[in-house]
């Protein structure tokens, strides 16, 4: 049985730091692209950033409200994927979901998302 689970979120203040976890079960961690997104109030979900598991490459969301202060890293021996995130900003309020996607079959798993308020 496949499981994304999300730990971490919570409630910081404008500036503070947070760091989500996402461990992976039920699926070959090793082959997949892991990626993380986020979803604020009334909003679409876009994508944060991605790590291939693989080799470790990443990508960044091109976007300015983002840029430079969220890292993603994996730790494949644990099946992990973590998003460091830093100087948040009250804009960076949403649930941030886990996603698993294979390139091969193009299948795509999901957690079940975790909330960070930012907020004084």
């Known amino acids: 049985q496949v499981q994304l689970v999300e730990s971490g979120g919570g409630l910081v203040q404008p500036g503070g730091s947070l760091r989500l976890s996402c461990a992976a079960s039920?699926?070959?961690?090793?082959?997949?692209?892991m990626r993380w997104y986020r979803q604020a109030p009334g909003k679409e979900r876009e994508l944060v950033a991605s790590?291939?598991?693989?080799?470790?490459?990443?990508?960044?969301a091109d976007s300015d409200s983002m840029k430079g202060r969220f890292t993603i890293a994996i730790d494949n021996a644990k099946s992990t994927v973590v998003l460091s995130m830093f100087f948040l900003k009250p804009e960076d309020t949403a649930v941030y979901y886990c996603n698993a996607h294979s390139p091969q079959t193009d299948i795509d798993y999901w957690g079940k998302g975790i909330l960070v308020t930012v907020s004084s």
């Open positions: 790590i291939i598991s693989a080799d470790g490459s990443t990508y960044y």
């Open positions: 039920g699926f070959t961690f090793s082959t997949y692209v």
